[in-house]
């Protein structure tokens, strides 16, 4: 086990819901106590030197990706050239991603440079259909190929990539899923992810093991040629408790633990005490927004400057709970602009409209080059992502 304390689902921040009190940053910080470590300099550096003609991730840099589990073991294998595969997903409850999304799997598709391997991407149309009452199963499988061309605008490596929907690999998993379930008691679940009894949808607490499964690289034996090989996950720090589970029983499976790189959330347009969330509309910038409604929703963005003109020239934004300056931390790619944007906005010479300015040209040309990449994406290109077929590693 990596650590004995029960994991705490009071925190801000638990699979299946993401929320602080009104007015403050989300704690992040919870996740410490459960065995994952913060990712230090030493380790940047390490990340650094791995490909010099590739820069360090901004999302690196400023702490975005702050956490890790067993990080500094996937570099030493990729150090003596020994094969580890990269697993993440996406539960679409829209038919489209959003901002916070794009960040996630454009980091991914960074690491699979960087590290030149595999990635499988899950979607888990099972899950959304079993935790959205609103969402019929036809929705979600739909929602699911919607979403499953979004990722693959975000430029994964066709020859490199496998996309599976649970609802069509099942079978594939299925040997994988029943051990795990067989090492998981109801009540670890149950206090793992807080489920209550009444009402809670036996789907539900039976859900686990589905995300966990492909941590194990026997459920892609035809992709891996039957290598028992290590994963690495990319995810907010949300999905951190499926994967604490899996290091968890990986010895009773006798198979290699995962390996986990957190990231901290794209804040919600309503305040940075939740996340950007695809269910709550008031909350989030769709990939599939028109140029009107990204202006719309960036002018609406809760300010870290209150007061008139004239006190804001006297005391400077809050840019801690500034959402716009906050997404320019995830979107902006230069330090040095971004630098200047930050002593400017908190000595109050630069005001809230003129940051959300700048904000807006970056996410229009963002959201306009992923609508242009996304165009490309045809059945033909969906079909290649999802075949099942030998992967190089
Ligand atoms: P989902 O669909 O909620 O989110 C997909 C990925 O995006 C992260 N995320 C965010 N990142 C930054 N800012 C945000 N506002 C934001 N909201 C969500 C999530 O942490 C996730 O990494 N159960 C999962 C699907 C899944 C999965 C996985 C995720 C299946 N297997 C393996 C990660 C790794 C889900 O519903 O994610």
Redesign the pocket.
């Given at each position: 086990m990596d650590s004995k304390v029960e994991y705490k689902t009071t925190s801000d921040i638990t699979a299946y819901k993401v929320s602080g009190d009104k007015g403050k940053a989300l704690n992040y910080d919870n996740i410490f106590q459960f065995g994952a470590e913060s990712i230090s300099t030493d380790l940047l550096e390490k990340i650094r030197n791995i490909r010099k003609d590739l820069p360090l991730h901004p999302l690196l840099s400023r702490q975005i990706v702050y956490a890790h589990r067993d990080l500094e073991k996937m570099l030493h294998l990729h150090s003596i050239g020994k094969p580890f595969y990269i697993?993440?997903?996406?539960?679409?409850s829209s038919k489209s991603l959003h901002l916070?999304?794009l960040?996630?799997f454009s980091f991914t598709k960074y690491l699979q440079d960087l590290f030149d391997t595999t990635v499988v991407i899950?979607m888990?149309d099972d899950?959304k259909f079993l935790f959205n009452d609103k969402l019929s199963l036809d929705q979600c499988k739909s929602y699911a190929i919607e979403n499953i061309k979004d990722i693959i605008a975000c430029g994964f490596n066709p020859k490199k990539t496998f996309i599976f929907q649970n609802t069509e690999y099942m079978g594939e998993m299925y040997s994988t899923v029943l051990q795990v379930q067989k090492c998981l008691p109801f009540n670890q679940i149950k206090s793992a992810f807080g489920f209550e009894l009444d009402g809670c949808n036996i789907g539900k607490v039976s859900y686990p093991p589905l995300?966990i499964a492909p941590c194990f690289s026997q459920c892609f034996s035809t992709q891996f040629n039957n290598q028992v090989m290590p994963c690495l996950?990319p995810?907010?720090v949300?999905?951190d408790v499926f994967f604490k589970l899996s290091r968890d029983i990986a010895h009773k499976l006798k198979l290699p633990k995962p390996s986990v790189i957190h990231?901290k959330?794209?804040p919600s347009l309503l305040g940075v005490h939740e996340?950007?969330?695809a269910s709550d509309e008031k909350s989030v910038i769709f990939m599939t927004d028109t140029p009107s409604q990204i202006i719309k929703k960036i002018k609406s963005a809760m300010s870290g400057s209150t007061g008139t003109l004239e006190q804001h020239r006297k005391t400077g934004a809050n840019l801690d709970l500034d959402v716009a300056f906050q997404y320019l931390r995830f979107v902006e790619p230069d330090d040095e602009k971004l630098n200047n944007i930050a002593d400017t906005y908190k000595k109050g010479t630069l005001t809230s409209p003129e940051v959300k300015k700048i904000l807006t040209d970056i996410v229009l040309k963002i959201v306009v080059d992923f609508q242009l990449a996304r165009a490309q994406v045809i059945d033909e290109v969906v079909a290649q992502f999802k075949c099942i077929r030998n992967l190089p590693y």
């Open positions: 697993y993440t997903g996406r539960g679409a916070g999304h960040n996630v899950q888990t899950e995300q996950i995810c907010a949300d999905q990231s959330f794209l996340k950007m969330s």
